[in-house]
């Protein structure tokens, strides 16, 4: 049986069934590839297909949906050692941040040239591992604190409606009202071995192998996704009311100047204390105690060649 030259896999229920609209057309590019569209029916689904069409040698997966569609193709592409097929990605989700970091094309057709034709870059992935060794490895960002609250409840069942930047917004809002913060305790090394550890109350940690998450916050402006280091955002023991604030400005990078934000940078890291919530890519992933590391220039996804980051939501 001949190996597909692309297997393209499509989450139908991402970006409020935007990607699932494009399935025609996109069966009919990925004939004219040489290769064919997968529509996922369930949780998991997404990794298992690319999993195994790495396994039969395919050269080329591409991930339409948001970020945590392109999250399970990560793991399944990353399952097994090289040689991996690329990861392409179609933005259609409600977040797609890996992309704004990447610079890809909001549009679906251009989107597509690029996973089908773009120039490869190599870019590190991060691997979380849990207090009971679950592991699961993501490209764009994590945090636990208050952000991994937002997460959690915008994954429950009744939640479907807050999807887009406007829900995650709402969600914030509503989670703000009930949060306090935490005491964690950060440990971490950076690119040189240097080793650091800080115990605070914090709001928030993230850390962040692109620059932006929760749809569109430029969390971290100075990362870089082959660095070989994440960006840590630690945001201190700041009032809920101080947090509203300071809301507005994340959007643009403002809050790296504020006296209770740490921009830190790390290779490896990680966090206990509290029992915290916990997400990656904005899926929810338990709670703390957790450990980070970097695995550096580990998957490869065709781009436009450039390295800045695609401002258009």
């Not at 935007?18 to 369930?42: I, Y």
């Not at 396994?55 to 090289?82: H, I, K």
């Not at 057709?109 to 009971?132: K, M, Q, T, W, Y």
């Not at 507005?248 to 209770?260: D, E, K, L, Q």
Request: hydrophobic fraction near 45%; aromatic fraction near 4%.
């Amino acid at each position: 049986m001949p190996v597909d030259n692309v297997l393209i896999v499509v989450n139908p229920v991402a970006g409020g069934r935007r990607a699932a609209r494009l399935v025609p057309w996109l069966t009919q590019a990925a004939a004219t590839a040489g290769g064919r569209v997968a529509v996922t029916t369930a949780a998991g689904e997404a990794h298992e297909l690319a999993e195994a069409a790495a396994a039969v040698g395919c050269p080329r997966v591409v991930a339409v949906g948001g970020d945590g569609t392109v999250q399970e193709v990560l793991n399944g592409l990353t399952a097994r050692d090289a040689p991996r097929p690329l990861l392409g990605i179609l933005p259609a989700g409600s977040g797609n941040d890996l992309a704004r970091t990447l610079g890809l094309p909001a549009d679906p057709r251009a989107a597509l040239h690029v996973a089908l034709c773009g120039e490869p870059r190599l870019i590190d992935v991060a691997e979380a591992i849990d207090g009971s060794g679950r592991r699961r490895r993501f490209a764009s960002a994590g945090g636990t604190g208050f952000d991994g609250q937002v997460a959690h409840a915008m994954a429950g069942p009744r939640a479907l409606w807050r999807r887009g930047r406007a829900g995650y917004l709402l969600s914030t809002l509503i989670e703000l009202g009930r949060y306090r913060n935490v005491r964690v305790e950060l440990a971490w090394q950076d690119g040189s071995g240097t080793e650091a550890r800080i115990e605070l109350a914090a709001l928030m940690v993230a850390f962040a192998n692109g620059q932006f998450y929760g749809g569109g916050m430029h969390i971290a402006p100075a990362a870089s996704t082959d660095d070989g280091s994440l960006d840590l955002c630690v945001v201190g023991d700041i009032s809920r009311l101080e947090a509203l604030r300071q809301l507005p400005g994340i959007y643009r990078g403002a809050h790296v100047g504020h006296v209770a934000v740490q921009m830190l940078r790390a290779s490896s890291l990680s966090i206990d204390g509290e029992a915290a919530p916990v997400h990656l890519d904005g899926e929810p992933f338990g709670h703390l105690p957790l450990r980070v590391e970097v695995l550096p220039r580990a998957i490869g996804v065709p781009t436009t060649g450039g390295r800045g980051a695609r401002t258009e939501s």
